[in-house]
């Protein structure tokens, strides 16, 4: 990721508006600001929360809030709590989210 063209600013993440992305099970909850062709995200995961697909698209995830469990198609399978992150490139591993009591991350993808 090459960071160009962004001028220094500051997000007031109360100010962004949300939306709403159903999974399997549960809501997922996204506030999201582009700069150039990166996407930076707050989101909330509701508890009993699944993601409906694979996801192949490359993360640096901070966990804010909560607990989120990440399964990899190898069947691997990994618990952030507050202050975890984790980071994976573009069609590296396929990966899933889900959460039994509810999340809040921060994403940069």
Not at 34 to 45: A, D, K, L, S, T
Request: with cysteine; charged share 25%.
């Amino acid at each position: 990721m090459k960071m160009k063209d962004i001028p220094f600013g500051t997000t007031d993440w109360n100010e962004v508006p949300k939306t709403e992305h159903k999974g399997e099970a549960g809501l997922a909850t996204w506030q999201t600001r582009h700069f150039g062709g990166i996407r930076v995200r707050m989101v909330e995961y509701t508890p009993g929360y699944l993601a409906d697909h694979w996801c192949v698209k490359g993360h640096i995830l901070l966990c804010l809030e909560g607990e989120l469990r990440t399964e990899l198609a190898d069947g691997r399978v990994f618990t952030l709590k507050p202050g975890m992150s984790y980071q994976v490139a573009d069609d590296a591993e396929p990966h899933r989210s889900s959460t039994a009591a509810g999340a809040k991350l921060f994403i940069v993808d």
